[in-house]
């Protein structure tokens, strides 16, 4: 890990610096290529609207950092989202719960949810792509079968009717900023206490790094783990009561079934490394932005439909990480050193 | 070890027996006449193909999550083709030439390249289905020839069909294949310990390659045989049989972290895969319990596998402990265990 920010050279000032300021290049890039092409892309107004689009990618990615931190991943979250999302509606419906209420139980199963996977892979040991895998199945298939209990039929939802649960969504401060952007902003905020300014979000970069030196010093890594795959099935499930309330107060079981890779490619793009140890909120989050822009920039100023955007989204994680390999092979750095030395040579 | 490979596709094996029994007694009219067994077997060839291309993957130590869509595109390629009147060979080639391309490029970017399988594949994936949005759009492929069509329902050896046989020759002969010959072994050690399979003389980087390309085209295999099977492709065919052939793996015996499993096993475990929602209607469930079983199922096997690893290697230790004071005592003169 010193290793490959020392390849970086002298750009890495904190953690991961180097790569978010590219990050940072890279969505002022987006900004100038979609605003000269339509000049409707800079209108901030659009852009906040545009933003329900990806912020469950968000919501969700910034939590699975703490996974893949780990060493874990997480391809449950977007069948979690679909179960918080039904489990609202029933209960609002067939039990006649508060809107609230169904909230707050709804996330605390999808809590639960995270629990048993995260149960399955720091106590028994299962390897976390199997576990979620499963999960993804299991999930997935119970919200179905929640559904199925409702009365009404199943591809029309189950409609909420209810004004303060909408207005969640449509809410907006002062005019302009949408509720959910403040949401956003404190799920940031809150993610980027625990992970870097607290000694719990120390625990999770040393269980990352070397699981049985963490066990070594005193650290549960246990506790650890699980607890990170609690926290991505929590914002999952706030993931959830967000896309039932913008999606016209309507709970689906397939809210969320289609987020899965781009979940993965946020978190892969943001900085995150697969094998654990490394990797930054802010990151992610960047990371997150950049995609959801792409995502309305394309249709927007290229017209280009929803449907073909997997590939520039596949193809921009492809590039990252073979850039990113081809940086760091051995060969290549011993060539820019050199290269570094004789401009160093040519000045004196 | 031999022992131990073999009683891991066992257990898939008995659990699928298992499974079609338990069926049987709860609705007798799955097991009369054998038809519906062998309509398990039929409606399961797709996802055995593309679960033992996976298990090549696995077995290395790496996965591949671009099958799906790899399936997709060579479905839909090969369906537009025949719409058009080509001819079925050149639509064939032209299928299993995207499948190695694919599979080439995925081996370059994880065993050259040395990058995460799971992400790299991630991404190929999501191009692959764009491209096939591109070609499909929001139109269906629909008019594959009745000839073609047909031919997945032709039955030889009683009510299996054409491709069910083919299939199965072709699990046998591969399994055959890398249990017998020098290279089929290749795969297992440089999946048990790359770095090792490295220094005693095996080209590592070469079979990691190897295993994706093989996966590429049984990948494209499973498309074609798709395309015959269902007749008509959409921009969203074969979406999620990645996953599904990494749990037909899991099912089967075949370890995650690589080297530990057979080909075979993949193949079983794509059956009980394949056949949960055909069950169910014997069982007279709504097929809403298709996922929520197949989940269950998935994390009881591996979870029960993890607890089973655990314990045997706390009882080996305990052996080697036992085994360890027992010499000592005997240096000392007189310990009986």
Not at chain 1, 333 to 348: F, T, W
Not at chain 2, 5 to 15: D, I, N, P, S, V
Request: charge should be positive; include cysteine; hydrophobic fraction near 55%.
């Amino acid at each position: 890990m010193k290793k490959r920010s020392f390849s970086l050279g002298g750009l890495t000032k904190g953690p991961n610096f180097g790569w978010n300021m590219f990050l940072v290049i890279v969505l002022i890039a987006e900004f100038i290529i979609f605003g000269m092409k339509n000049s409707k892309f800079l209108r901030v107004s659009l852009l906040l609207n545009a933003s329900n689009d990806f912020l469950p990618i968000c919501f969700i990615s910034i939590f699975v950092t703490f996974v893949m931190i780990t060493g874990g991943i997480d391809i449950q979250a977007g069948s979690i989202v679909g179960l918080t999302s039904i489990v609202i509606g029933i209960l609002w419906q067939e039990l006649g719960l508060n809107v609230w209420v169904a909230v707050v139980l709804a996330v605390i199963v999808a809590g639960c949810c995270g629990a048993l996977s995260g149960f399955f892979v720091a106590y028994c040991r299962v390897q976390a792509m199997v576990v979620t895998l499963g999960g993804s199945f299991l999930y997935s298939g119970l919200a179905l079968l929640v559904a199925s209990l409702s009365s009404t039929e199943m591809y029309k939802g189950l409609s909420i009717e209810s004004e303060s649960f909408r207005a969640f969504t449509k809410t907006k401060l002062f005019g302009v900023i949408p509720l959910q952007i403040i949401l956003f902003l404190v799920m940031l905020l809150i993610a980027y206490i625990l992970l870097h300014r607290s000694k719990y979000g120390r625990k999770i970069y040393l269980v990352g790094v070397n699981p049985s030196a963490a066990e070594y010093s005193g650290v549960n890594s246990r506790a650890v783990i699980m607890s990170t795959y609690i926290l991505s099935g929590i914002a999952a499930g706030i993931t959830g009561v967000f896309m039932t309330s913008q999606f016209s107060n309507t709970a689906l079981p397939s809210h969320g079934s289609t987020l899965t890779m781009s979940i993965i490619t946020a978190c892969v793009l943001g900085g995150t490394l697969s094998t654990g140890g490394k990797g930054s909120v802010i990151g992610t989050a960047l990371a997150a932005i950049i995609i959801g822009l792409v995502r309305f920039g394309m249709p927007l100023c290229f017209n280009i439909n929803k449907q073909y955007l997997d590939i520039p989204i596949g193809l921009l994680l492809v590039v990252v990480v073979v850039g990113r390999a081809v940086a760091s092979n051995p060969a290549v750095i011993a060539k820019v050193g050199k290269l570094r030395k004789k401009d160093a040579a040519g000045a004196r | 070890m031999k022992k131990l490979f073999k009683a891991r596709e066992m257990t898939a094996f008995l659990f699928l027996v298992a499974l079609f029994l338990v069926v049987g007694v709860i609705n007798p009219d799955f097991l009369r006449g054998g038809e519906n067994i062998a309509a398990c077997f039929n409606g399961a060839i797709v996802y055995i193909l593309v679960a033992v291309g996976m298990a090549f993957t696995i077995l290395i130590g790496e996965i591949d999550v671009s099958v799906g869509s790899n399936l997709g595109l060579v479905a839909a390629v090969v369906g537009t083709m025949m719409q058009n009147g080509e001819s079925w060979i050149k639509a064939f080639l032209f299928g299993l030439i995207i499948g190695i391309i694919v599979g080439l490029i995925n081996g370059w970017g994880v065993a050259v390249m040395k990058i995460p399988s799971l992400i790299f594949t991630l991404g190929t994936n999501g191009v692959l289905r764009g491209m096939m949005f591109l070609m499909v759009g929001t139109k269906q492929v629909t008019d594959v020839p009745v000839a073609f069509k047909n031919l997945s329902s032709k039955s030889v050896v009683g009510p299996l069909t054409v491709f069910f046989c083919c299939t199965v020759v072709l699990v046998a002969v591969i399994q055959l294949l890398m249990s017998r010959t020098k290279r089929g072994r290749y795969f297992i050690a440089v999946g048990d310990n790359a770095g090792g399979a490295d220094l005693v003389g095996i080209p590592a980087t070469r079979t990691k390659v190897l295993a994706y390309v093989i996966c590429g085209i049984l990948a494209a295999v499973a498309g074609i045989l798709f395309c015959s099977r269902a007749g008509q492709v959409t921009s969203l065919s074969g979406n999620g049989y990645e996953m599904k052939a990494v749990a037909a793996c899991v099912l089967g015996g075949i370890s995650l972290s690589g080297g530990l499993g057979s080909v075979v096993g993949a193949a079983v475990g794509a059956i009980i895969m394949s056949s949960i929602s055909y069950l169910l209607v014997f069982m007279k469930l709504s097929s809403y319990y298709d996922n929520v079983i197949t989940g269950i199922v998935l994390l009881i096997i591996v979870v029960l596998d993890a607890l089973m690893q655990h314990r045997s290697a706390v009882n080996n230790r305990h052996a080697r402990l036992v085994a360890r004071t027992a010499t000592a005592g005997v240096e000392k003169g007189g310990g009986e265990q």
